[in-house]
């Protein structure tokens, strides 16, 4: 085990899967010279040469085609978006390309890319640089989508992310970079996409969360201990495909559940969530699932409208402790 | 940078060579007028959009190349996957929507892949495969190998922005990727005047600093000797290259377009079709010594042969079963 942050843990993976495999390259607006706007790519320019790290111009469309293209031909790219904001640039990639030409070839061709960077909400980057991105890729069959909330998560995901023979989107979050935490030194070690994790033992309430709302559902659930209430938290990890069951047999052992997400709540995960527990595990809820989610609205930049749009901690509790009849 | 127009071509003719290409573009036209026979009958479903009037393109392109050499295509492409070699029977049953089809019947018309032939599939949004090519052009040049890429399109794809990503791309990173624009003048309904601020597609080569070039896309000898230099080059020295390939679709923009004479005139189809790519090169074949008039019935006879039994392939074809729903979502 070393302690290291999670923009680090994702350096690391990075590393081993390209020393592991000579097949994985990374692609991207300054992931080289520059050494990643974020320095999630820092200093691989120097490892391994730019033929295997290569600087693309602004053109999210044309590089995520280029890397969907080389997949065909048996390379394993890793896009790296600067922030998935952009990835909107490359939907059509994406979603048209790289999602469905396994199926439409009957199996003949598949694609084994990742795309990788920052999304979710940011610190005063207003409307269109601070947003929820994973809602946009987890309808699309033939797509994974990983959110991965902790340091060794961000390693053992993205290295199964890179070994995978499908199209993963692997959305980090730029207020997590900095994050400490242990993680393996195994070049081996692997987390497996599709499977949860329970973050937080309890027995009154499932509370579901991941990326930035898992820490913050964290500190509540110490704050509810207090008032005698013991929170579980499950984090997905993987939003597709999700561990449902991880999930369901949480809600069956608390009968509660609050389900959060940072991202506008219409459509959202939240609903996808809440409305797996309710098909699977009616009978076993005590009360109706709550959802917590960001306000139906686009980020503002103002700090005080901003503190708004996202779940607060209060807000967090209040549902809690509704759903707790407390 | 550019050169503009083409040279004299220089392919030298001889009967095996003429009997080759004859055969592929009656082959393309006698099946994609089954297809349509089979559309009409209801045996295939969904668009159909047919290669008819432009065969010269992707059989003088595909003999310019090596078996080993890719291409990639728009949703106009059982030309392309025809010349590349595959199989017609497969290609029919894909279009039936059977177990037997390259794809198992879950492409269609529209996304026709042989992998066993380096054919990297019809794509169905229009310009979302130049970026495509210019990938495989790039892994090609990571492997160390010494292929290309044929990327066919339509003049529709021009205003695209993934054309001119694609095309800087290429020219950026020095990819073998011939880029081969089939200009047919109509983007679905809309004439190229009405699409495109430079109408000289080829043109769009200089702005990129890679070779450009305009071709009768008519001649399949031109074409060949076209395609065949920016082949040569890309592989030689890993550059790009814009073909422009002048040619005309004699029928609709698909089936549901069926005579396309909403957006031109009868008198303009009719001249084109005086301009039958087919007709064109059998009359230079006989004129030429090259081939008899026994050699062309021999062709016809041969390709009416091969489109009949690749529909009675497509009958005999089963549909996919249930399961075949949920496999190749995710390769396991």
């Known amino acids: 085990m070393s302690v290291m942050t999670y923009r680090e843990a994702l350096n690391v993976a990075l590393r081993e899967e390209m020393r592991r495999d000579p097949r994985v390259f990374v692609m991207g607006e300054e992931v080289g010279l520059y050494d990643g706007a974020y320095k999630v790519t820092q200093g691989l320019l120097k490892e391994f040469g730019d033929k295997r790290i290569i600087d693309t111009p602004i053109c999210e469309s044309g590089f995520t085609g280029v890397g969907v293209g080389a997949a065909m031909l048996g390379l394993r790219p890793v896009i790296e978006m600067m922030t998935f904001n952009f990835s909107i640039l490359a939907l059509d990639q994406i979603v048209n390309s790289a999602a469905k030409i396994c199926y439409m070839s009957g199996g003949q061709y598949n694609i084994p890319l990742v795309v990788r960077g920052p999304g979710g909400p940011a610190a005063q980057l207003a409307a269109q640089h601070s947003q929820s991105m994973e809602t946009y890729f987890y309808h699309v069959p033939g797509l994974k989508v990983v959110r991965p909330s902790t340091p060794a998560d961000a390693k053992g995901l993205l290295k199964s992310a890179i070994r995978d023979d499908n199209p993963v989107i692997f959305i980090e979050a730029e207020t997590l970079y900095a994050v400490k935490g242990e993680v393996p030194d195994d070049p081996d070690f692997l987390i497996p996409l599709g499977q949860a994790v329970i973050r937080r033992e309890g027995t009154d309430i499932t509370v579901v969360a991941y990326m930035g709302m898992l820490y913050r559902a964290i500190e509540v659930a110490e704050e509810l201990a207090k008032e005698g209430i013991s929170v579980e938290i499950v984090d997905p990890r993987t939003l597709r495909p999700m561990d449902a069951d991880t999930i369901i047999g949480s809600v069956r052992k608390t009968h509660r559940a609050v389900v959060l997400e940072a991202g506008a709540g219409f459509a959202g995960m939240g609903s996808e969530i809440a409305a797996q527990i309710t098909e699977k595990a009616f009978d076993d809820l005590d009360a109706p699932v709550e959802r917590v989610t960001g306000e139906n609205a686009p980020m503002p930049y103002a700090k005080n409208l901003e503190l708004l749009k996202t779940p607060s901690k209060a807000k967090i509790a209040a549902a809690i402790r509704r759903v707790c009849n407390r | ?332």
């Not at chain 2, 003719?13 to 026979?37: C, G, N, P, S, Y």
């Not at chain 2, 492997?143 to 095309?167: I, R, T």
């Open chain 2, 1 to 332: 940078m550019a050169q503009t127009k083409t040279a004299p071509p220089s392919t030298r003719l001889d009967a095996e060579l003429a009997r080759r290409l004859l055969t592929q573009m009656a082959l393309i036209r006698r099946f994609e007028e089954k297809a349509a026979e089979m559309y009409a009958l209801g045996k295939i479903g969904g668009f159909l959009h047919l290669y008819i009037g432009q065969e010269a393109v992707a059989v003088g392109a595909t003999s310019a190349c090596r078996a080993d050499d890719y291409a990639v295509s728009s949703y106009r492409e059982h030309g392309h996957c025809l010349a590349k070699g595959s199989d017609p029977r497969r290609i029919m049953a894909e279009l039936f929507g059977r177990m037997g089809g390259l794809s198992k019947g879950k492409g269609g018309s529209m996304h026709l892949f042989d992998k066993s032939v380096n054919f990297l599939g019809g794509h169905g949004i229009v310009g979302a495969h130049l970026p495509l090519a210019a990938g495989a052009g790039f892994a090609i040049k990571y492997q160390g190998g010494d292929q290309v890429v044929l990327c066919y399109f339509g003049d529709g794809a021009v205003p695209e922005g993934e054309f001119h990503e694609s095309m800087n791309l290429a020219a950026l990173w020095k990819l073998p990727v011939i880029f081969i624009c089939e200009n047919n003048r109509y983007a679905m309904g809309t004439a190229i005047h009405r699409a495109l601020a430079q109408t000289e597609i080829w043109r769009f080569a200089e702005t990129y600093g890679m070779p450009g070039e305009a071709v009768d896309g008519m001649d399949v000898l031109a074409v060949r000797d076209t395609v065949g230099r920016a082949v040569e080059r890309a592989r030689r020295e890993k550059t790009p290259a814009l073909v422009e390939a002048r040619t005309y679709r004699f029928r609709g923009h698909s089936m549901r377009d069926p005579a396309g004479s909403v957006y031109r005139t009868k008198e303009e189809v009719e001249r084109e079709k005086l301009r039958d790519p087919i007709t064109l090169f059998s009359d230079r074949c006989l004129k030429e010594g090259v081939l008899t008039e026994a050699d062309l019935k021999n062709v016809e006879k041969a390709v009416n042969d091969l489109a009949d039994e690749a529909v009675a392939f497509a009958e005999a074809s089963p549909e996919p079963p249930p399961d075949e729903l949920f496999t190749d979502v995710y390769k396991a």
